[in-house]
């Protein structure tokens, strides 16, 4: 056959830049160099990949949400880091929580009836017992108990051990009820057993007088107002049996006015130091015009328990535990085992014809979801995996043998999953912690991003240029394909860097995963994939079938490519003239060569072309394969053999007959802009729709209880417990000004609870300068009456004798007792002061005094300042000495805030908190907010502004990219503009869907850009190696780049339906929504809008090409008759069969508007010299091996 045109002299369906610039010579060379050596390419690509693939075995998944969501080094970070430093790692509790609410909306649960079914839950859940490490564990051993009191008395001491209440806050504390669900109990001789429903500490006092000196343990309760505790409250139901005689109602007989008992909250044992406010029991309360309780709609009770940690230190070197190397980790299990219980409980406590319904919640709950959250789900990623290949492995099927490529699309897809898998092996070996996004999103989307290029490349391999020679297939698809695949893949990495400038651990975890999968994914599509393509044109000149490459193909005698010859004598611009013409094979088989033997006899005629709306205008030949069936040479001649018009039909076909001389006509691009327009209009609408904020009703699956709780809490229950810590580096003696003004700025805070009228504020300094204030009272009192002197206390009361030891203090080492100061100085100065050198003295006196009260405030104090027992009996002088607490590293005041509904709400609390620190950070207090608003809610103080510097950076670095790339800066800032619009777009779509802007949607806005160059870099690169008008480029690009385009955005689209099987209804509506709705933006700028704009205002070609005159064209003989005929056929041998095919020529085709036309004096004319010779010895022929037969 004829030799193929010079490299240098391109077929007119050949259309890249110049194999002499630098990036497409380097990239032809890598794939010359990959296609001679393409296994061994393939064997060490997957050697490399399996072995960073093994690196998932070190993966370490992070559930905390404090590691999750607290940026590194950011204010709150080292907030947290100096909270943990003082206090250890734990809270001093976790919460387990029930909320009720009834069944038909609206009811009231200030009723006996709905108290009794709390009731009822709230007993079967402290019930609650769990069997480990073969001992039994029940609330009792596990609950936080607040302020144990030291008694001297050891009988008293165990007694109180046993029966000290756990701190439960319960609506159920206002009736002698509450006492059921405190499980201690303590024996003494000729009593029945003590339990907190029998028991009057008063009356116990009375009886045990005679037998201990309990003056200072009476004294403490009076402090705290213990009383009758419990069986001195009204009863739920005054017809139990157990109803104490001494409830105000039992003789009555008559249920308590619900609402009235709530008002104003309830009490724990103490009602001094255990309030617990309504809006910790009581939601959807409703009040007369007085304000008085009538109604409500929710009750909560929150159980408290042990952290780990004080759960193992309570019982270290315990007789109860010394068998069983008890550990931190155990203690912890217990916990978990035992919180999991009781949701089980709670949640079964009711029957289901109930009025009510009751909802659970521990913290090992949310721990739970979270570990939930963050599994993968290998049915999912299976799925969405095979789901992949089977479409991979339709789209590139074939009816043509010679050109399916079916095994590699399945090989392309296994390659991608395995670079995904060597990517995350990567991220584990380098030390990145996955998380719920890592597991439940990233597999997915990077597959649909992987596929995209797999695609592209495997239809430039079969849109390679007639004359190509076979050993540089491989080279020239890279150097045509290479840019695009290097701008998409190197643009989604920046973006998914630029991503990681969110301030959120976890999803600068899943950003910089996400860029190093991307990563691999280019290597292995660049390096790797090329081999298989390689390997598969192997296949293809074997003539194997595809996938079964084993077998030979049965179209293997009877495929033929006929390569189209150069016109010659004259030089024709590319995209004017398209020829078709009839012509007669005959294939025969050589018995001894073994070859397949084609001749084209001299013999054709011209044939109207085909009807083509824009017929050679926009399009140019280029080579094809065709199926040549004929009968052999004998009787009558049969029809020829076509095949169906589904199976001819291609994105291809349909962007050069339909889509694009539709889109490129002048009202289609009038139409284009003016919806465009609109759409971004009304998403610069929709931008102001979107809120801040996330949820945890967000992330949990909806229709479970979980979530039904956290919706009920977020409703009726939107408390946070807050403290606002003050810190070392300041002396607090001098600074309590400061930090009583400190304090009445934050309360002032819109958010804060207020605390009743009637109760002082809940802080340490208040209690400790209240408690000051009494013992000075009791002094004074004791000095009066002459109990009292200055050489002798111990006529005194309790109290009067603490002040005594205080007063004497002078806080000099040297000389610490100064006893004339008795009259001359008060504990408290008439402004409400401590004096200073009495400060850290009296501190000691007072944590070790007044445990409830200490307990109470939360102080939480570091370093902790000494044990010391008042002794007002001793002898030696020795207790009058008081070892001064060493100076405060941490303290902290409590605080609740309520009614934060929405994101502003939080932000405008966090940027109050933050105010008042830095007014009391000027007077020398140093001091910060701390809590789970601060924790979680902060991100929202700079999010935005994060977002857009964002994405403006990526934007900027998308250009230059790009524009170096490309070579173009025109078409760089076209691309940019889009991607700009499509960024706008996506942001006002979410407003409009109602998704809230937090870091994961930031996340998302910023690697969209990334993800909308793929949509858009590849028919911008079509446009500029193509020549001609605008509208012709436009068009050639559309031609080449819609199918590959479009099977990328729909192995994305499949990618992320796996996505919508998720569990969680976060992943469904963050990810999967967000993701398609980027898809499907990204398909309509980058076939839509971009061909238009590039249409109108883009930019001029990059290349120039021309066809040329080829020396070794053969002459045919003149033409008779007017037309262009050949001589008859010769006779042929028995052995021949007759193959037809057909070119195509269309001469003045219909023009497009832009189109070059050539003048009438111009048109290239046919000559003799233009048609091949007839002569026997330069028919045209292929030599293939033959066939088995």
């Known amino acids: 056959m004829a030799r193929p045109p010079p490299l240098g002299e391109l077929p007119p369906g050949y259309t890249p830049p110049a194999r002499s610039a630098a990036p497409q010579g380097l990239l032809f060379s890598l794939g010359c160099g990959i296609q001679r050596h393409c296994g061994k390419v393939l064997f060490l690509g997957l050697l490399a990949f399996g072995a960073l693939a093994l690196g998932l075995r070190v993966a370490i998944i992070e559930t905390d949400l404090e590691q999750l969501w607290v940026e590194a080094g950011s204010r709150v970070s080292q907030e947290l880091q100096y909270t943990k430093e003082k206090l250890g790692e734990e809270a001093a509790y976790t919460s387990q929580m029930l909320i009720q609410t009834p069944r038909q909306e609206g009811e009231n649960v200030l009723t006996p009836e709905a108290l009794g079914l709390h009731l009822q839950a709230a007993v079967t859940a402290s019930k609650v017992q769990v069997s480990l490490y073969g001992k039994s564990w029940d609330l009792n051993k596990i609950c936080y108990k607040s302020g144990v009191p030291l008694i001297e008395n050891g009988m008293i001491e165990r007694m109180i051990e046993k029966l000290f209440p756990c701190v439960i806050l319960t609506p159920l504390d206002c009736f002698w009820e509450g006492a059921k669900l405190q499980g201690g109990s303590a024996y003494l001789p000729g009593r029945p057993d003590i339990q907190w429903t029998n028991l009057d500490p008063e009356q116990l006092l009375e009886e045990l007088g005679p037998f201990a000196s309990l003056e200072g343990f009476r004294e403490l309760l009076d402090k705290a107002q213990v009383g009758q505790a419990y069986v001195g409250r009204p009863c739920l139901h005054p017809d139990d049996l157990h109803c104490p005689s001494s409830a105000p109602n039992h003789h009555s007989r008559q249920a308590p006015n619900v609402a009235q008992e709530l008002s104003g909250g309830c009490h724990g044992f103490s009602h001094k130091f255990m309030h617990w406010q309504e809006e910790l029991l009581l939601g959807g309360m409703a009040r007369d015009p007085q304000g008085q309780l009538l109604r409500a709609e929710a009750l909560q009770s929150t159980f408290l328990l042990m952290s780990p940690r004080q759960l193992y230190e309570h019982f270290r070197g315990d007789y109860q535990t010394h068998d069983i190397g008890w550990s931190e980790e155990q203690a912890g299990t217990v916990l978990q085992a035992w919180q999991r219980r009781f949701v089980q409980l709670a949640q079964e406590a009711l029957p289901g014809n109930a009025s009510q319904q009751i909802h659970a919640f521990s913290s090992t709950t949310l721990d739970d979801i979270l570990h939930a959250f963050s599994e993968v789900s290998a049915a999912r990623v299976v799925g969405g995996y095979l789901l992949m290949l089977a479409y991979a492995c339709v789209t590139m099927l074939r009816w043509d043998c010679a050109q399916s490529q079916g095994a590699v699309g399945l090989a392309g897809v296994l390659l991608v999953a395995l670079a995904v898998a060597s990517g995350l092996g990567l991220c584990a070996l380098l030390g990145i912690a996955f998380n719920a996004a890592t597991t439940q999103v990233l597999p997915f989307l990077a597959l649909g991003i992987g596929v995209d290029d797999i695609f592209l490349l495997a239809h430039a391999f079969t849109e390679a240029p007639p004359g190509t020679p076979l050993q540089e297939r491989t080279g020239e698809c890279l150097q045509r394909t290479g840019t695009s695949v290097a701008l998409t893949s190197i643009n989604n990495m920046v973006a998914f860097f630029m991503a990681a400038l969110v301030p959120i651990p976890a999803l600068r975890a899943f950003s910089l995963q996400a860029a190093v999968v991307v990563g691999c994914n280019f290597a292995a599509v660049m390096l790797v994939f090329p081999a298989v393509l390689s390997l598969d044109l192997h296949r293809r000149h074997c003539q194997r079938l595809d996938v079964l490459c084993c077998f030979s193909s049965p179209c293997s005698a009877r495929v033929i490519q006929i390569l189209p010859q150069e016109l010659g004598d004259r030089t024709v611009p590319v995209g004017i003239a398209h020829l078709t013409a009839t012509v007669q094979a005959f294939a025969h088989c050589e018995a001894r060569s073994q070859h397949v033997v084609t001749i084209l006899p001299p013999q054709a005629h011209l044939v109207p072309p085909p009807s083509d709306p824009l017929a050679s205008e926009l399009f140019s030949p280029g080579g094809s394969t065709r199926d040549l069936l004929g009968q052999e040479e004998g009787t009558r001649q049969k029809a020829a053999c076509k095949s169906l018009p589904c199976a001819r039909w291609n994105l291809a076909h349909f962007a050069r007959s339909q889509f694009a001389p539709l889109l490129l006509q002048s009202h289609t691009k009038a139409m284009v802009l003016v919806l465009s327009g609109a759409l971004l209009g009304l998403s610069l609408y929709g931008s102001t729709l979107v809120q801040d904020g996330l949820a945890l009703t967000d992330v949990v699956p909806r229709g479970t209880k979980e979530h039904a709780f956290l919706s009920a809490q977020l409703r009726y229950f939107s408390l946070y417990e807050v403290a606002l810590v003050t810190q070392g580096g300041f002396d607090y003696a001098h600074s309590q000004r400061a930090l009583f003004d400190l304090h009445q700025r934050f309360s002032s805070l819109k958010a804060v609870l207020p605390p009743p009228a009637t109760q002082a504020p809940r802080t340490w300094l208040h209690y400790y300068r209240n408690w000051l204030q009494g013992i000075q009272a009791a002094f004074d009192q004791d000095w009066a009456s002459g109990r009292i002197t200055h050489h002798s206390y111990r006529n005194g009361s309790e109290d009067g004798a603490l002040a005594y030891k205080l007063l004497i203090q002078t806080g000099d080492a040297q000389e610490p007792l100064d006893f004339s100061q008795l009259t001359t100085r008060k504990l408290v100065d008439k402004d409400g002061l401590i004096p200073p050198e009495l400060f850290y003295v009296g501190l000691t006196v007072w944590v070790s005094s007044d445990p409830l009260g200490l307990a109470a405030s939360q102080a939480n104090f570091y370093p902790p300042p000494p044990e010391w027992l008042h002794d007002k009996y001793d002898t030696t002088g020795e207790n009058l000495r008081i070892p001064a607490a060493q100076p405060l590293e941490f303290a902290q005041f409590p605080f609740l805030l309520h009614g934060l509904q929405k994101t502003a709400d939080f932000v405008e609390t966090i940027e109050g908190a933050r105010a008042a620190c830095a007014e009391a950070g000027q007077a020398g207090v140093r001091a910060y907010p701390s809590g789970s608003p601060f924790l979680f809610w902060e991100q929202y103080l700079g999010l935005r502004r994060c977002f857009l510097l964002a994405v403006c950076i990526l934007l900027v670095c998308t250009f230059l990219v790009c524009a170096l790339l490309l ?223």
């Open 967 to 1189: 070579l173009n800066p025109w078409a760089a800032s076209l691309i940019v503009l889009v991607l700009a619009v499509m960024t706008v777009e996506l942001f006002g779509i979410m407003g409009f869907l109602g998704i809230k802007l937090s870091a994961i949607p930031v996340v998302i806005l910023v690697a969209s850009v990334g993800i909308g160059v793929e949509f858009t870099v590849h028919v911008a690169l079509g446009f500029l190696t193509s020549q001609g008008s605008r509208n012709l480029r436009a068009a050639r690009a559309l031609e080449h780049t819609l199918a590959p385009v479009t099977d990328g955005a729909v192995s994305t689209l499949l990618g992320l339906l796996m996505l919508a099987g998720s569990n969680f209804d976060f992943i469904v509506r963050y990810f999967f929504v967000v993701l398609t709705v980027l898809t499907l933006l990204g398909l309509l700028h980058g076939l839509v809008l971009l061909p238009v704009l590039l249409s109108i205002l883009g930019p001029p070609p990059e290349v120039v090409q021309m066809y040329k005159e080829s020396p070794e064209v053969l002459s045919p003989p003149a033409a008779q008759g007017g037309g262009l005929r050949w001589g008859v056929a010769p006779t042929l041998p028995q052995s021949f069969a007759r193959v037809t095919t057909s070119m195509t020529v269309a001469l003045r085709p219909p023009p497009l508007p832009g189109a070059y036309v050539h003048p009438a004096s111009e048109e290239p004319t046919w000559s003799p010299a233009a048609t091949p010779a007839a002569s026997g010895s330069s028919n045209l022929s292929s030599r293939g091996p033959c066939p088995a037969t």
